[in-house]
Nanobody, 118 residues
Framework: QVQLVESGGGLVQPGGSLRLSCAASGSIFERNVMGWYRQAPGKQRELVATIRSVGSTNYADSVKGRFTISRDNAKNTVFLQMDSLKPEDTAVYYC????????????WGQGTQVTVSS
């Protein structure tokens, strides 16, 4: 089994920054994709950013140039540096891990609230 524990959410003013962390533990396949998704009230969960174990990244258009995803493979940890935050970034942010082995499945963290408000 795999467990994901997120930290770093909170309340921040527009234009501010936050850094989210997610530590994975358990039986983790070496080749995997880790990422962040978010869900705002009344909306579907959406992709924010992903990063493969080899380092390639993918971002939603809405966060490109403002958010940076990174990972520490030795510690099975993924980070999301969020700068120039906007009120529309307010959501619950979920960490995700997908091992690149069949059958494919997703593991999710419990979520951390990010609120951008003055």
């Amino acid at each position: 089994q795999v467990q994901l524990v997120e930290s770093g959410g909170g309340l921040v003013q527009p234009g501010g920054s936050l850094r989210l962390s997610c530590a994975a533990s358990g039986s983790i396949f070496e080749r995997n994709v880790m990422g962040w998704y978010r869900q705002a009230p009344g909306k579907q969960r959406e992709l924010v950013a992903t990063i493969r174990s080899v380092g390639s990244t993918n971002y939603a258009d809405s966060v490109k140039g403002r958010f940076t995803i990174s990972r520490d493979n030795a510690k099975n940890t993924v980070f999301l540096q969020m700068d120039s935050l906007k009120p529309e970034d307010t959501a619950v942010y979920y960490c995700n891990l997908r091992p690149l082995v069949l059958p494919l499945r997703d593991y999710w963290g419990q979520g951390t609230q990010v609120t951008v408000s003055s």
